[in-house]
């Protein structure tokens, strides 16, 4: 593995260097307020360990008052209820245009407060605007059905509306902090909803930044607001009364927690949450491709991404050759600070998610696994850079093959027959994605359908589109996000009968 320590920031917008001088505040009512209390929290470069900006930490009084702020902008009579589907729908455009417009700047924020490659923020920053273009054509078409009525005697007509639930809690992670974002604030917007947005705490600055372009373009006071927080900011917002339906990606455990306390007022629920996704290469498929789907399936996005392909399945004739091309990947891998051209993948989120990666690569070497790239070596001193690592002699009993570390970690198990197969591939409580690699195109779509999963690859990995619906099987969460699908679970469907004298 080859490695870069620089942390060459000379190309910083002079906008960035202005944003991350001043104390981030919370946007309520489309207001910056500090905190109710007053309490900042730092947010941390994980290139560095350094500070970069100080940012207010709400409370349970400040989400109440993002709450009502949410529900003034949403009740008859506001400005955003009077805005018509075609007006919100322009709007909508505007902000995907001003995205586009702040790229840089937020692609350099959200590389300084995740760790990602600048050229991989740019990417998120692309989806966050196409997001906003492509529901923005949603806006006008939430269409409802006439249905027939059969009373004999009696005439009706019946049909169907959709209509926004009301005020929605977006509570998002740290991996991809912009794109999560908008994946909880489009859908909800373009179906008339209105959002308190709650960023991972790790990663809040291009929320934050965001939430002055919604601004910038005209979104109406209090349509979104963003409370920037630890859980239990977070735990207040999910067990608010005033909120009628909590959006969450993130872990399975936190999850589960929000399903129990959105009991409180049988709130509306949808989750994305945690994977571990099987990656199962056949004999006969393509195996430099296959090789380079690994890779990128395993080590995307510094591994921090709950659909990659972290449990690998070779058949026993070419497992040799494929360990071999992914150890060799691995390897070749320059492991630096994201604003650094050279480098290929910058560091985990945070310290604690660099202990817990490492912990489980230490775990598995314990538990007598083989390490054939990367391990628990830190390249430096300062920052959390974690190596890409393969490991293979693993069992399907260790931690290693059943939790999700959400680093850049693969395990690679030799498999026979199809049967086999696909029984350990579907051997686990997540659900989220999966993937196969066969040239016999039979093989790879019986494979795919057997397994056991939201979204399943064919002879690729991380083929993408904001048309797709996404989510998962199992433990890896309720309802669906993006595409037509995903404007479902924001709306609720109104039954109209009248009756024709």
């Given at each position: 593995?080859?490695?870069?320590?620089?942390?060459?920031?000379?190309?910083?917008?002079?906008?960035?260097?202005?944003?991350?001088?001043?104390?981030?505040?919370?946007?309520?009512?489309?207001?910056?307020?500090?905190?109710?209390?007053?309490?900042?929290?730092?947010?941390?470069?994980?290139?560095?360990?350094?500070?970069?900006?100080?940012?207010?930490?709400?409370?349970?009084?400040?989400?109440?008052?993002?709450?009502?702020?949410?529900?003034?902008?949403?009740?008859?009579?506001?400005?955003?209820?009077?805005?018509?589907?075609?007006?919100?729908?322009?709007?909508?455009?505007?902000?995907?245009?001003?995205?586009?417009?702040?790229?840089?700047?937020?692609?350099?924020?959200?590389?300084?407060?995740?760790?990602?490659?600048?050229?991989?923020?740019?990417?998120?920053?692309?989806?966050?605007?196409?997001?906003?273009?492509?529901?923005?054509?949603?806006?006008?078409?939430?269409?409802?059905?006439?249905?027939?009525?059969?009373?004999?005697?009696?005439?009706?007509?019946?049909?169907?509306?959709?209509?926004?639930?009301?005020?929605?809690?977006?509570?998002?992670?740290?991996?991809?902090?912009?794109?999560?974002?908008?994946?909880?604030?489009?859908?909800?917007?373009?179906?008339?909803?209105?959002?308190?947005?709650?960023?991972?705490?790790?990663?809040?600055?291009?929320?934050?930044?965001?939430?002055?372009?919604?601004?910038?373009?005209?979104?109406?006071?209090?349509?979104?607001?963003?409370?920037?927080?630890?859980?239990?900011?977070?735990?207040?917002?999910?067990?608010?009364?005033?909120?009628?339906?909590?959006?969450?990606?993130?872990s399975t455990e936190v999850g589960k927690k929000i399903a129990a306390a959105a009991a409180g007022n049988l709130k509306k629920v949808s989750l994305e949450l945690g994977g571990k996704a099987p990656n199962i290469i056949f004999a006969d498929a393509d195996i430099d491709a296959a090789i380079a789907g690994a890779v990128l399936g395993g080590y995307f996005n510094e591994g921090q991404c709950c659909v990659n392909g972290s449990r690998l399945y070779v058949q026993r004739s070419v497992f040799d050759q494929v360990i071999e091309g992914v150890a060799a990947a691995a390897k070749a891998f320059t492991v630096g600070d994201g604003f650094n051209s050279a480098s290929d993948m910058g560091p985990l989120v945070s310290q604690e998610q660099h202990d817990k990666v490492l912990g489980y690569i230490r775990g598995a070497l314990h538990d007598?696994?083989?390490?054939?790239?990367?391990?628990?070596?830190?390249?430096?001193?300062?920052?959390?850079?974690?190596?890409?690592?393969?490991?293979?002699?693993?069992?399907?009993?260790?931690?290693?093959?059943?939790?999700?570390?959400?680093?850049?970690?693969?395990?690679?198990?030799?498999?026979?027959?199809?049967?086999?197969?696909?029984?350990?591939?579907?051997?686990?409580?997540?659900?989220?994605?999966?993937?196969?690699?066969?040239?016999?195109?039979?093989?790879?779509?019986?494979?795919?359908?057997?397994?056991?999963?939201?979204?399943?690859?064919?002879?690729?990995?991380?083929?993408?589109?904001?048309?797709?619906?996404?989510?998962?099987?199992?433990?890896?969460?309720?309802?669906?996000?993006?595409?037509?699908?995903?404007?479902?679970?924001?709306?609720?469907?109104?039954?109209?009968?009248?009756?024709?004298?």
């Amino acid at each position: 593995m080859t490695t870069t320590v620089s942390n060459d920031y000379s190309a910083l917008l002079p906008s960035v260097r202005e944003f991350l001088s001043k104390p981030q505040q919370l946007l309520i009512g489309g207001a910056w307020i500090d905190a109710a209390d007053g309490k900042t929290f730092d947010t941390i470069n994980p290139a560095t360990e350094e500070v970069l900006a100080q940012v207010a930490q709400g409370s349970a009084q400040d989400v109440d008052k993002a709450v009502a702020a949410a529900r003034t902008a949403f009740e008859d009579g506001s400005p955003w209820s009077r805005m018509t589907p075609r007006e919100r729908s322009h709007l909508m455009w505007r902000i995907g245009d001003l995205i586009d417009e702040h790229a840089e700047e937020l692609a350099q924020l959200e590389s300084l407060d995740n760790g990602k490659r600048v050229v991989s923020a740019h990417g998120d920053v692309g989806v966050a605007a196409e997001l906003f273009r492509y529901f923005a054509g949603w806006a006008t078409k939430m269409e409802g059905t006439s249905i027939p009525m059969s009373v004999p005697g009696r005439d009706f007509h019946a049909y169907t509306r959709r209509e926004p639930i009301g005020v929605v809690a977006g509570i998002v992670p740290w991996n991809f902090p912009l794109t999560m974002a908008c994946f909880k604030i489009v859908p909800a917007i373009t179906a008339g909803n209105t959002v308190v947005l709650k960023p991972a705490e790790q990663t809040p600055l291009t929320a934050l930044r965001l939430g002055q372009l919604l601004l910038d373009a005209g979104l109406p006071a209090g349509v979104v607001n963003v409370v920037t927080g630890f859980g239990d900011t977070g735990a207040a917002l999910v067990e608010h009364h005033g909120v009628d339906k909590v959006a969450f990606t993130g872990s399975t455990e936190v999850g589960k927690k929000i399903a129990a306390a959105a009991a409180g007022n049988l709130k509306k629920v949808s989750l994305e949450l945690g994977g571990k996704a099987p990656n199962i290469i056949f004999a006969d498929a393509d195996i430099d491709a296959a090789i380079a789907g690994a890779v990128l399936g395993g080590y995307f996005n510094e591994g921090q991404c709950c659909v990659n392909g972290s449990r690998l399945y070779v058949q026993r004739s070419v497992f040799d050759q494929v360990i071999e091309g992914v150890a060799a990947a691995a390897k070749a891998f320059t492991v630096g600070d994201g604003f650094n051209s050279a480098s290929d993948m910058g560091p985990l989120v945070s310290q604690e998610q660099h202990d817990k990666v490492l912990g489980y690569i230490r775990g598995a070497l314990h538990d007598g696994a083989t390490i054939n790239a990367g391990g628990p070596d830190a390249p430096f001193s300062k920052g959390y850079f974690v190596q890409p690592t393969l490991i293979t002699g693993v069992t399907e009993s260790m931690a290693i093959q059943t939790d999700e570390i959400f680093g850049p970690v693969i395990t690679a198990i030799p498999f026979d027959t199809e049967d086999e197969v696909v029984q350990a591939a579907n051997n686990t409580v997540y659900g989220l994605a999966a993937g196969v690699w066969s040239q016999n195109i039979g093989t790879a779509h019986r494979v795919g359908a057997r397994l056991r999963a939201g979204t399943v690859w064919l002879n690729t990995w991380h083929a993408d589109d904001v048309t797709l619906p996404r989510g998962g099987y199992k433990q890896s969460g309720w309802g669906r996000e993006l595409g037509s699908f995903g404007l479902d679970d924001y709306t609720e469907l109104k039954t109209v009968i009248a009756e024709l004298r």
